[in-house]
């Protein structure tokens, strides 16, 4: 994987700006999103190998018109020529005869959202390091061997490594940019068994660099083989409140599925997020500070311009406590009367734009872990993140963790409970945080989805919470 | 394109071996608030997903890859290149790919035939609203996906099989608001046959439910209570069993199933699980007559009244695991049981409505869910409830499961309505 930005946009620039420009003459408003994704997945398991492209791979083109009260798409993956393809985009977005002979459906009254003039080529590519897929499959394989001689449980294994490079091109009525960036995840599982027991723990980081994920998994195996160790004699939590650590992980799938989820501003347009009500409140600890944002870190959703045409940023979401602000894609924003923020994005070219997380965190506090254990006289540090699922309508929250480490008189016992279940209101869980430590680390291995469809990378992370959280 | 990339796989002399899926889709989308009209969109594309087989002393190395319809000659030629190279990491013991088949191009009666799929999406649109007529509720976002998807298979070896479908997708949430209070249900529906009857059904249903919810009081504390899962959760509940009876996770250890084994015994005091695959199914999105490795698909029984029978799994992992080969499905099919209303009259249970979600560990069986919405029943009296939790093992479940007599077809899935569970841990509702 080379470097440098797609030559399939390249090569098809001019006949993509003639379709924008062609269109121009027709619809108050058009942009042209272009794609070009290129990425591997290499799985590597005790038993096997598999080169397959990664999930992310994609190539195709969506064009967005506003015909002065509807926004309409088009997405295809290839064109004759610019005026074929133009004559097809016209003819599919009309529905003036379907509007008519339609009993119930009205045609939605949108305003043009307003873009300013931008021409800019962006690039992050110099934070990628190519490896050889020989040299990752060696990597791997290392890493399997070594865990399953030094683990006898151990009886299958396996390391997932992805990555891809991303080239986007963006060109509307005022704005031509392009970028190019690439992100890296490194994955780890493996399945313990011991007489009828059977269990399964993993682990992964990811970065910009291909690199840097696969020295920070290295670093992360002992302790997940001897989690997965450990989970053998795992008992059940006995359901009730608990004062709890949530490790950096567990703190960053809050941080997602309470208020990440919860200031989706398209959530806002459809009255389905009750944080609306919020904004200028108290909403958690005033230790809490939430960021979102493609900008302030490098990770797996670290781009320039989101699919929309709109710049990335930091958003300061939740400051000392007070909920301030969400993100918003830009239709929503013009709903909304507001600015966009730089989270409208599609899983592809073939769907459609929501608002969506970037890289959601809270940031670090001053106390220190060890402290942090000290104080808890019955409890548990809750790790490894299976699931997490908003509910923003009603702020309760589900996060399924796999691993809990039980405290007793502020010490970790090595007695371990799994799975188990948060639950309960997401601003009493929030204000009942009394420690944050002063470690920080960001996760992007997972994907989110919004209900249950359109995948999105995505990083969450923070550090060590104290909180107080109801178990099941 | 594929007539380029077939010349080129041919004249490419390292191959042994190749196949090649197109999958076509014309999908054409609507998206609503309320019943206004926010977004149309209609997405035109061609994939093709291409596996190479090459011979790598005495082993066979296998490459897969994603070719665009931009792609060039150059790129593609060049793709083939890099992957015959990685195939030599990705080595696997000889195993045999399947041989020519004369199979009738088998596709179900196009559902939309006479109509565009654009039309098609504003129908779909109209009977949804048609059922959106309630005075404290509404619905409040709806999205709908009309598609035609032509997928073809073709082989080394001379096969060349097509299968067109077509089917919608609705995605539907429903807001009630009553008393000051306000909630919401989330469903989506797929059909694979225009029934405006059926689509304004669903949208019904799911206000309905969400009328419901908005009366639900907190779980109380309850004991030794049996636990009835309905629709969606049923067929997650049989969808593990079917997984843990295909090869490949028997290969990779995620499951330890044999021919024979007994879920059942025969004296257990429940209904007895059967379970048939079904590849071409009237009403699933998801039939198909030909699998992903081109293995010609047939009815396949997998589970008789408790009992392993038979698996069925990639072409791959079952002939490694000495097994016959069946291919890959979609569809299943489980028997009905003897659960009648009238057995629950006097049986004090949990009926559970919607769950946060409902995910099951693949390897353990474990599962863990908020309630999001349930009925419990307590010697027919019955009480709407949210909150609290579900949890157990589906392995326990077993020995004690009683399985309704109605059956209710959810798209890839035929068979009982509700269950009935035993052995299952309620925590109390907080909220």
Known sequence: MNKTYSRFLEEKYESLVKIVDKLKHKFTYVSLLASDCEGQLINVSNKEVKINDSFWQERGFVVRVFNGTLYSEYAFDDFDNPTSICKKIIESVDVADQLYKAIYVKEAKNILYEEEELTKTFSKMGLYENVSIEEIIKTCQTIINNSMEENEY???????????????????????????????????ECIVNRDEITKFNFGGESSMSLKEALAKLKESIKHINSDATELLDASSVTPGEYDCITSCQITGLIAHEAFGHGVEMDMFVKNRALGQKYLGKSVGSNLLTMHEGATPINDVASYYFDDEGFLAQDTIVIDKGILLTGICDAISASKLNIKPTGNGRRQSFKNKVYTRMTNTYFTKGVSNLKDMIASIKYGYLIDTEISGMEDPKNFGIQCIALIGKEIVDGKLTGKVVSPLILTGNVIDLLQSVSMVSDDFNLYGTGTCSKGYKEYMKTSVGGPYLKVKVKLG | MISNLIKILKDTEKLDAWNVKVVTKDVYELYFIKQNLEMNREVVTTDYYVTLFVNQNNKIGIAKFKLFSSSSNEEITKKINEQIENSKYSLYDKFSLPKKVDLKNVSKDVSFGNISLKDAAFLTADALFEADKFKNGYLNSSEIFIINEETKFIDSNGNNFQYVNQYGEVELVATWEEKGKEVEVYRYVDFDDFNSIFIQKAAEDILLEASQRIKAVPLPEINNCKVMLTKEYVKTYFKYIVDKLKNDNIYQKKSNYNIQDILQDSDDKCDFISIKLNPIMKDSTKGRSFDDDGIVLKRLNIIDKGIVKNFWGSNMYSQYLNRPVHGNYENFVVSAGSLSANDLIEETYLEILALSDFDIDMVTGDFKSEIRLAILYTKGEKQIVTGGFISGN??????????????????????????????ITIGKGTN
């Open chain 1, 154 to 188: 151990i009886i299958s294994a396996n390391c997932k490594v992805e990555y891809v490079k991303v080239s986007k091109l963006f060109i509307s009525n005022n704005k031509n940019l392009k970028q190019v960036y690439s992100w890296s995840n490194a994955k780890y």
């Open chain 2, 394 to 423: 589906i392995n326990d479940t077993f020995k004690t499961l009683r399985l309704s007599n109605d059956t209710i077809q959810l798209n890839n899935y035929v068979g009982p309505k509700n269950i009935l569970l035993d052995n």
